[in-house]
Antibody, heavy 123, light 107 residues
Framework: EVQLVESGGGLVQPGGSLRLSCAASGFTFSNSAMNWVRQAPGKGLEWVSGISNSGDSTVNADSVKGRFTISRENSKNTLYLQMNGLRAEDTAVYYC????????????????WGQGTMVTVSS | SYELTQPPSVSVSPGQTASITCSGDKLGDKYAVWYQQKPGQSPVLVIYQDIKRPSGIPERFSGSNSGNTATLTISGTQAMDEADYYCQAWDNSAVWVFGGGTKLTVL
């Protein structure tokens, strides 16, 4: 079964850090670009970060540049999101999503999504 | 920054055709992607590269994209199609952009 399982969410104070993980199974992880997408409570989807299949290329939304870092460990079939300098507006469910393409390009789309992990930034 | 605009809500009667639009500057020059999200669930890909349906997505879902508007069409809409729908496109500044979402009500 193709599956993505996120973990690492929780409650953190403003300015704090958190690392999210996404464990992949059921497909060849190293063949696919991967992404993080978040959804604030009651709001729409917001793309956060993307990484190519080999990890040599990453892109980030302006809202998280300089604060969040996406990475992957293909030997462990795992995607990560290191989040530093967290703000209240980062509060959201964070989804990892598999791209249909190996590189982050306009022909892509997200065909597999995890169940999400909740991140709450509050004092 | 690039923006995609969707109507907040669309209503359709069961068995009728629902059309959900997504507008953006020269969107027709890009690929449009569509996702369905039901309450409490993760998004599901329903259309990619403007017109392609992933395996398992019913044929009643179709897409088009021209000019400044991409459209998701659901023919013979069923109660199970009631959900939020999001469009997505790749911006030239190397970021993915989502539309604000459209709540489809089947009544």
């Amino acid at each position: 079964e193709v599956q993505l399982v996120e973990s690492g969410g929780g409650l953190v104070q403003p300015g704090g850090s958190l690392r999210l993980s996404c464990a992949a199974s059921g497909f060849t992880f190293s063949n696919s670009a991967m992404n993080w997408v978040r959804q604030a409570p009651g709001k729409g989807l917001e793309w956060v970060s993307g990484i190519s299949n080999s990890g040599d290329s990453t892109v980030n939304a302006d809202s998280v540049k300089g604060r969040f870092t996406i990475s992957r460990e293909n030997s462990k079939n795992t995607l990560y999101l290191q989040m530093n300098g967290l703000r209240a507006e980062d509060t959201a469910v964070y989804y990892c999503a598999k791209d249909i393409r190996p590189k982050i390009r306009e022909e892509g789309a997200f065909d597999i999504w995890g169940q999400g992990t909740m991140v709450t930034v509050s004092s | 920054s690039y923006e995609l605009t969707q109507p907040p809500s669309v209503s359709v009667s069961p068995g009728q055709t629902a059309s959900i639009t997504c507008s953006g500057d020269k969107l027709g020059d890009k690929y449009a992607v569509w996702y369905q999200q039901k309450p409490g669930q993760s998004p599901v890909l329903v259309i990619y590269q403007d017109i392609k349906r992933p395996s398992g997505i019913p044929e009643r879902f179709s897409g088009s994209n021209s000019g400044n508007t991409a459209t998701l069409t659901i023919s013979g809409t069923q109660a199970m199609d009631e959900a939020d729908y999001y469009c997505q496109a790749w911006d030239n500044s190397a970021v993915w952009v989502f539309g604000g979402g459209t709540k489809l009500t089947v009544l």
